[in-house]
């Protein structure tokens, strides 16, 4: 029994729970291809998704046997592959780039390298996906595969594991007749190898209706009104219902799966005064169906449960490998982010160079100084803000991978995250170097090695920091939208607490914590003590006698030469930080409930 408190408030139910599923119990066998079908809201997926343990809420009552044991989760992952109805896949590798990312995650560590190329061939080969096997997958709806060839992408994905029993969710929502007709075809391969194939399907057609060998009909509230062959030419599913007094006669060449629904629904259970769940329970077929399920309940003598050592089949370096491989391939694949965020810092140096030109030679006053800094404050602030906007819908879209990558047991989320962590350096390296190569030269700073390292470290942890700061905020956030408000809402606050627009000493005390916590604020310190901490010209001072530069940094800013080593471990803490909490929270926090 499944009952959920969450969806009785939408209904105006007043009651404590809502029943979803009801006394359900059945059995699904090797070899045999069977229908879980029902009108909407007959807990069709709800029952899916229970069976499979991907359900996420309400509370679950029953007992769920695999070969006469008791389910466990962590083991059931390891055998089963679960093809979820949106086709969610990266967008960025090829189809067989795919497949081999499953199967080297998924199978065991005891297969070759080689013998999982090869057993990826073979499943290309059965679900008729040879010809597309370096086809990038794409977004659904712009490029890459058509809905039918994702469909096959999806099965194939799950296949490759060599799973004992498949679920899909309506492998044939969506398709026209002929990719409906495909992707059956690879339903039925499937099923000839031996698994276990369990399919939600909704008002198929006759074609795709008598492709399956045995059908699980719920009625609305989540009780069994059928549960037995179809037949040849649905007849023995057709004839159980005719027999039941009142029923009206299927007619010629009518599509048995709508007929089936048409008089089994609630206006005909009212129309005929019947309740076709307790003439079911009443029936011949389900006292057959209890011996069934009492007798493989029960394990077969001299076997033994099915264990595994690990939740995992690939150790902690195993999976972040795999999953750094994957995700540099798409940051490689992926020009519209990376190479949007290298033209934007090319740009914004460029212009920023040309309109602070030879700005530090021209440092005659404070005021010369004050605009150096903030010529170099808004540089890195200006490239930092656009790394973190556009970080965030690859991250989201990857997110949604992850879901489902991790609900199939391929890999726990530290190394996931890790791998994304990884990724992220040697293009932000790159995007520095192109930043810090215009912006040095044509802001005339000074070309001494040691200052130069510290302009590039500096710039390169700010960049790297907003980069992992955004993907924090996706990480905390339902979504994209909700993400990048929650960015941009601390974009103010990074500004004014920056020690720039107002400067530590005039920021009032019960605010000076916020300062110390403000990345932002350490960028500034970083960049104006590396150049200008151990400069000794004088400049002219308003209202005061000359002053060394060194002096007057001190003296406004608060900021000591003395405490540069401290500013570099503070940047590279706070790049560290965010990615901790982004890896923290995309282990923690769940926002695709099911």
């Not at 007043?14 to 807990?43: H, N, Y």
């Not at 033209?343 to 030679?361: D, E, H, M, N, S």
């Not at 912006?439 to 700010?462: A, G, N």
Request: one cysteine or more.
């Amino acid at each position: 029994m499944l009952t959920c408190l969450r969806e009785m408030k939408t209904q105006g139910v007043t009651a404590d729970k809502l029943q979803l599923l009801s006394g359900i119990s059945g059995a699904f066998r090797p070899g045999v291809l069977t229908a879980l079908m029902g009108v909407s809201g007959a807990g069709k997926t709800t029952l899916m998704d229970v069976l499979s343990g991907r359900k996420t809420g309400g509370y679950i009552e029953g007992e769920v046997y695999i070969s006469g044991y008791p389910k466990n989760q962590a083991t059931f992952a390891r055998m089963s592959g679960y093809c979820e109805q949106n086709d969610i896949h990266s967008p960025q590798i090829t189809v067989r780039e795919s497949l081999l990312f499953s199967a080297f995650l998924r199978l065991p560590k005891e297969v070759t390298d080689q013998e999982k190329k090869v057993f990826v061939d073979e499943v290309m080969e059965l679900i008729e996906l040879n010809g597309l096997k370096d086809a990038i997958v794409g977004l659904p709806g712009l490029n890459g595969l058509s809905t039918e060839q994702r469909k096959r992408l999806t099965i194939a994905v799950e296949l490759v594991a060599n799973p004992s029993i498949i679920f899909m969710d309506e492998p044939t929502s969506g398709l026209d007749a002929r990719a409906a007709a495909i992707v059956m075809r690879t339903v039925r391969n499937t099923v000839n190898t031996g698994r276990t194939v369990v399919c939600t399907i909704h008002q198929p057609s006759i074609d795709i209706f008598e492709a399956f060998d045995e059908l699980l009909l719920l009625k609305r509230g989540g009780q069994v009104i059928y549960s037995g062959p179809l037949g040849r030419n649905s007849q023995k599913v057709v004839g159980y219902f005719q027999e039941i007094p009142g029923v009206p006669k299927i007619k010629e060449k009518c599509n048995p799966a709508t007929w089936m629904l048409d008089v089994s629904s609630a206006a005909a259970e009212v129309r005929l005064k019947i309740d076709f769940a307790e003439s079911y329970k009443s029936s011949s077929m389900h006292q057959r169906n209890k011996a069934l399920v009492k007798e493989l309940s029960k394990p077969p003598p001299g076997t033994s449960d099915l264990y595994f050592p690990s939740q995992y089949s690939q150790s902690s370096f195993g999976q972040f490998k795999f999953c750094l491989w994957k995700q540099w391939w798409t940051y490689w694949r992926s020009p519209d982010y990376n190479l949007v965020r290298m033209f934007f810092a090319f740009v914004t140096a460029l212009v920023l160079g040309v309109i602070f030109w030879r700005v530090g030679l021209k440092m005659r006053s404070s005021g010369d100084l004050l605009v150096i800094v903030g010529s170099m404050y808004a540089a890195v602030m200006f490239v930092g803000c656009e790394n973190c906007i556009c970080v965030q819908p690859v991250v989201a879209v990857e997110r949604t991978v992850f879901y489902r990558e991790q609900a199939a047991g391929m890999y726990s989320a530290i190394p996931y995250a890790l791998a994304q962590v990884v990724v992220e350096i040697p293009y932000v390296f790159v995007e520095t170097l192109v930043y810090t190569l215009i912006v040095y030269p044509m802001m005339s700073f000074e070309w001494t090695l040691v200052k130069f390292f510290w302009f590039f470290y500096v710039s390169f942890f700010t960049f790297l920091y907003f980069t992992y700061y955004g993907m924090m905020t996706v990480s905390v956030s339902p979504n994209g939208q909700v993400a990048s408000i929650f960015a941009a809402a601390f974009y103010s606050f990074f500004n004014l607490f920056s020690g720039f627009f107002v400067a530590r000493s005039k920021i009032p005390k019960w605010w000076i914590w916020y300062y110390w916590l403000c990345p932002v604020a350490w960028t500034v310190y970083g960049l104006v003590v590396s150049q200008y901490g151990d400069v000794e010209d004088l400049i002219k001072v308003p209202g005061q006698p000359d002053q060394q530069v060194s002096s007057f940094i001190k003296s406004y800013f608060g900021y000591d030469n003395d405490f540069m080593g401290v500013v570099a471990v503070v940047l590279a803490g706070f790049t560290v930080f965010f990615a901790m909490i982004y890896a923290y929270c995309i282990k923690t926090f769940n926002f695709q409930q099911r």
